[in-house]
């Protein structure tokens, strides 16, 4: 996937291997989701450069 066709992030707990570490409340996932819109300026581009992804 590029990235510009990147419509939102979301964390993901490698340890448990699963959304946000099992969030259980649809709130507590909204939390752990971020637009590309709203991250700080060149955290998209640092996210991509340093193989964060996958």
Known sequence: MA???V?????????KEDHA???RTNEGKLRME??????A???ENELWQSDLLG
């Open 3 to 5: 990235q510009e066709e």
């Open 7 to 15: 419509r939102k992030y979301r964390l993901w707990c490698s340890e």
């Open 41 to 43: 300026p060149g955290v």
């Open 34 to 39: 971020f637009y590309p819109r709203e991250l």
């Open 21 to 23: 570490g099992a969030v």
